[in-house]
């Protein structure tokens, strides 16, 4: 059965939160972490997932310049790599800006605490204000 984009959201932050914990070792690849975690291809996914390994550090630094007395670096890995997931949908894809937000916070409710929600939320807000 197909998943909804809310599901391949949910997979694409596995894999990036497994990508941020597993780069710095050289233990493994994106296309195996993706290959680990999908049981069908999905451009959406990958696209997804290679847009944010692609640009993390121009997500990052626009994440940091809207948060106020935080960074990136600072909320849990999966807050960051739904962070990230965001404002790459926000940038660069024809994804409404109302639903980019929506689902990055119903993630955000599920994965993370709610001081990172709300970070999440107030980030692509303004992101997608700019």
């Not at 493994?28 to 996914?45: A, G, M, Q, S, Y």
């Amino acid at each position: 059965m197909a998943k909804t984009r809310s599901e391949l959201r949910e997979k694409c932050m596995i894999i990036l939160y497994q990508w941020d914990l597993f780069k710095k070792n050289n233990k493994t690849n994106i296309d195996d972490l993706i290959k680990d975690n999908l049981d069908i291809e999905n451009d959406f996914v990958k696209d997804i997932v290679y847009g944010v390994v692609t640009y993390q550090d121009k997500l990052d630094e626009i994440a940091n310049k809207y948060m106020k007395d935080w960074s990136i670096d600072r909320i849990d890995r999966t807050g960051a790599s739904i962070l990230r997931m965001g404002i790459f949908e926000l940038l660069y894809t024809d994804t409404p800006e109302i639903v980019v937000i929506n689902e990055a916070v119903e993630l955000a409710k599920k994965y993370s605490d709610d001081n990172v929600r709300k970070i999440i939320n107030a980030v692509l807000d303004k992101v997608s204000k700019e």
